[in-house]
């Protein structure tokens, strides 16, 4: 009720991009000023020691996260671990900082509760954010958090090298990385969705792989499992063509659904509840290709626990979520989370899977 008083009288009257910083800025006290630390852990509170879900080789503490462009460069992942999200996956990160495009780049769609946004990866490159989570992981809470790290092409690099820009951003970040997510599928980089296609995406994922072997290997990390982020707009037979190509390789599952490109409201990719019915959908046909033993993380329009209730059905083993943090305010984690736990409290998971020590030293 606050938070919506809020939202109708700052908010929404202030310029989008502008919100998004004043609502980050205050998230990532959450994660620093003691007080709010304190006062932050006591929204996850009823939910610790509760089963969580093993995967990655860690224990998920809830299986709704934020999703990729919120926290583009790591900088308020123990904030938002803080206020009840299971994990963060950070970035969109590419090899080269850079601005992204000009403003405005940022619109609300209040009446679809919606965002749409042409934002076109700013953010600080790889070797600077490599550094924040290096520094993150020398901390406990740091090592506790769950981070997936969302890569993708820097803007100066043409189409035919985007291996190689992949992969200099796989070697610096994978180490620090519980999981690794190769973006092909945002709408707001000229040709990053035409990667998609099997013949580009697969030299591509080739190149991933193994810079991220080899700098994981070099600091003593087990493989970084490797995801790719695919689109609402791809058809059937080329959602199809990706998950045989994650089959192929051996990778370890999909992120499903960026935002959509589907809408006449104007430039960009939208996102909230429009997303809904389709992220479930691909969902669904993903996971009855992949079989059951690879990740799906569900993305796109969740609101409420039984929106995300509702991936977790359609086959998702993890979800989360962007927009509806705009709408729903600093206390949306925990109570979408809070359901979901209790529901996977009277699961069959055994107890013993859920102890033992993780990849960064952490208990699990
Ligand atoms: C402002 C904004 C920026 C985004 N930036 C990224 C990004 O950098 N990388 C990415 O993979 N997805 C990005 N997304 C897409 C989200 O991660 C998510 O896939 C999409 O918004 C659907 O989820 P939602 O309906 O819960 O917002 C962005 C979404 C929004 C609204």
Redesign the pocket.
């Known amino acids: 009720m606050f938070y919506r008083t809020l939202f109708t009288v700052v908010f929404a009257r202030m310029d989008?991009e502008q919100a998004?910083h004043l609502a980050f800025t205050g998230i990532s006290w959450f994660g620093k000023v003691p007080g709010l630390r304190t006062l932050g852990r006591g929204v996850v509170a009823p939910y610790r020691g509760t089963t969580g879900v093993r995967v990655f080789g860690r224990t998920v503490p809830a299986p709704f996260g934020v999703?990729?462009?919120?926290d583009?460069n790591a900088r308020a992942v123990e904030g938002l671990t803080n206020l009840g999200f299971g994990f963060v996956?950070i970035?969109?990160v590419t090899a080269r900082a850079q601005p992204g495009n000009e403003r405005p780049r940022?619109w609300r769609e209040l009446d679809l509760r919606?965002?749409?946004?042409r934002?076109g990866?700013?953010?600080d490159g790889a070797p600077e954010v490599a550094r924040r989570l290096a520094r993150l992981r020398r901390t406990r809470s740091g090592r506790q958090a769950v981070i997936g790290v969302?890569i993708?092409k820097s803007k100066a690099t043409p189409l035919d090298e985007a291996a190689a820009d992949y992969a200099t951003s796989a070697s610096l970040l994978a180490p620090y990385a519980d999981f690794l997510?190769v973006?092909v599928?945002?709408p707001?980089t000229p040709g990053l969705r035409d990667l998609q296609a099997v013949e580009s995406l697969r030299p591509i994922l080739v190149a991933v792989r193994e810079a991220a072997d080899v700098s994981g290997k070099a600091a003593g990390r087990p493989p970084v499992p490797l995801l790719v982020?695919i689109a609402p707009d791809l058809s059937h037979a080329d959602i199809d063509a990706v998950t045989d190509l994650v089959l192929e390789l051996g990778l370890d599952g999909l992120?499903a659904?960026?935002?959509?490109v589907s809408h006449d409201r104007g430039p960009g990719?939208l996102?909230?509840?429009?997303?809904?019915a389709r992220?479930l959908e691909v969902v669904g046909r993903v996971r009855g290709r992949l079989g059951a033993d690879k990740v799906i993380i569900g993305?796109?329009?969740?609101?409420t626990a039984g929106d995300a209730q509702a991936y977790l059905d359609a086959g998702a083993t993890l979800v989360?979520?962007?927009?509806?943090?705009?709408y729903e305010g600093p206390f949306w984690a925990g109570r979408v989370n809070l359901p979901l736990l209790r529901h996977t409290a009277h699961a069959t998971m055994h107890p013993q899977e859920f102890s033992g020590v993780g990849p960064f030293g952490e208990s699990a």
């Open positions: 989008p998004h999703a990729a462009g919120f583009k996956e970035g969109t940022l919606g965002v749409r946004n934002m990866f700013n953010n969302n993708g997510v973006n599928s945002s707001n982020k992120v659904v960026n935002t959509t990719g996102s909230g509840p429009p997303e809904l992220g993305c796109g329009g969740i609101t989360q979520g962007y927009t509806g943090f705009l």
